[in-house]
């Protein structure tokens, strides 16, 4: 039998000082914060990702409930017609139940009920000018007095615009 081979022996650097080891340890912290901030855009990211494909599966969603959101806005249509001319105090306060009911139904499948509140500015794209007051007073010049008829709409296409009176400034 032969002898084993001597082991061989791996040079040791001498053991760093302190001043030494400082820049290491600043280069090693360094990397750590760039890490933390590369970590950190990424689940920004991500997070961006996840929200933008829930508000496409909600815009898809309202898209196919289109004709159920339309019929429920008819039916909140008629629930508001029956509080406003209801006689009896329970049936008025039954009225507005269903009418609530009707509004969260609606929310729920991605429609939102357009009801601008006074001196709102008008924006054509969700209102309809039914009917127009004047008013001189120059601040409150193209905005809504009042809401004749709540509008619908879903996602951000405007399926029945609100019908509104608006005021209009008629200079001395």
């Known amino acids: 039998m032969t002898d084993p081979a001597p082991a061989a022996t791996i040079p040791q650097a001498p053991p760093a000082t302190a001043e030494e080891s400082a820049p290491t340890l600043d280069r090693i912290t360094e990397r750590i914060d760039d890490l933390a901030r590369v970590i950190a855009r990424q689940a920004a990211t991500i997070e961006r ?28 249509g008629l629930a508001q017609t029956f509080v406003s001319t209801s006689n009896s105090e329970p049936d008025r306060q039954g009225f507005e139940a269903i009418n609530r009911r009707v509004e969260r139904m609606l929310a729920e499948r991605g429609g939102e009920l357009v009801t601008p509140f006074r001196g709102t500015a008008f924006d054509p794209d969700t209102m309809e000018a039914a009917e127009i007051v004047g008013t001189d007073d120059r601040e409150a010049d193209k905005t809504v007095e009042s809401v004749i008829q709540p509008g619908l709409t879903i996602g951000d296409r405007s399926i029945r615009p609100a019908k509104v009176v608006v005021r209009r400034y008629r200079g001395a």
Do not use: C, Q, S
């Open 49 to 76: 990702l996840a929200d933008a494909a829930k508000l496409k599966i909600r815009d898809e969603r309202a898209e196919a409930d289109a004709p159920l959101l339309r019929d429920l806005f008819a039916l909140h």
